[in-house]
T-cell receptor, first 111, second 112 residues
Framework: EDQVTQSPEALRLQEGESSSLNCSYT??????LFWYRQDPGKGPEFLFT???AGEEKEKERLKATLTKKESFLHITAPKPEDSATYLC????????????FGRGTSLIVHP | EPEVTQTPSHQVTQMGQEVILRCVPI?????FYWYRQILGQKVEFLVS????????KSEIFDDQFSVERPDGSNFTLKIRSTKLEDSAMYFC??????????FGPGTRLTVL
């Protein structure tokens, strides 16, 4: 069974204090790993798709990286508007292509 | 920028009643999905739809659920006889030929 574990569950940062969120996964043949941002009461907003170990993608203050066992979402000099829940999802490369989601990391950035 | 839309944003219903949740996927997308998220829990897959038929469904998607694409733009989820435990956010998602799914804003379903 595919498993996705995100840590920490919650993270509080001061504005400008860089940090990383972790997504560890167990899947039989990774097809793709996705990062989403979710604001309270809203739908997941797509951030990145990663396909192979060593791949990196960046968008503004966010950078996602991927290894064979985990992915990191690095947040550089965060701002209060970066406060949200960040979701990781993995898609196996066999059979079902339905992504399995983690529980998310709730990030609060204080001004 | 094209986006997935969903209506209504909030639906309140009595237990045992039927509800229909509506979605308009991104226009050139071919694959459509419904997910749900119970408050404080993970996003859970319900069903996927392609070429006018269900391609996959989870164990949650039992006989009380059905999906339909009644025309070229809408995609609906029907819950025939709602239960208290159906209270959740329901998200529609769509994708084109790539793997990335784009989600709508959700419908909050409250069953009383």
């Amino acid at each position: 069974e595919d498993q996705v574990t995100q840590s920490p569950e919650a993270l509080r940062l001061q504005e400008g204090e860089s940090s990383s969120l972790n997504c560890s996964y167990t899947v039989s043949g990774l097809r793709g790993l996705f990062w989403y941002r979710q604001d309270p009461g809203k739908g997941p907003e797509f951030l990145f798709t990663l396909y192979s170990a060593g791949e990196e993608k960046e968008k503004e203050r966010l950078k996602a990286t991927l290894t064979k066992k985990e992915s990191f979402l690095h947040i550089t000099a965060p701002k209060p508007e970066d406060s949200a829940t960040y979701l990781c999802a993995v898609q196996a490369g066999r059979g079902s292509y339905i992504p399995t989601f983690g529980r998310g990391t709730s990030l609060i950035v204080h001004p | 920028e094209p986006e997935v839309t969903q209506t209504p944003s909030h639906q309140v219903t009595q237990m045992g009643q039927e509800v229909i949740l509506r979605c308009v996927p991104i226009s050139n997308h071919l694959y459509f999905y419904w997910y749900r998220q119970i408050l404080g829990q993970k996003v859970e897959f319900l069903v996927s739809f392609y070429n006018n038929e269900i391609s996959e469904k989870s164990e949650i998607f039992d006989d009380q659920f059905s999906v339909e694409r009644p025309d070229g733009s809408n995609f609906t989820l029907k819950i025939r006889s709602t239960k208290l435990e159906d209270s959740a956010m329901y998200f529609c998602a769509s994708r084109e030929s790539t793997d990335t799914q784009y989600f709508g804003p959700g419908t909050r379903l409250t069953v009383l």
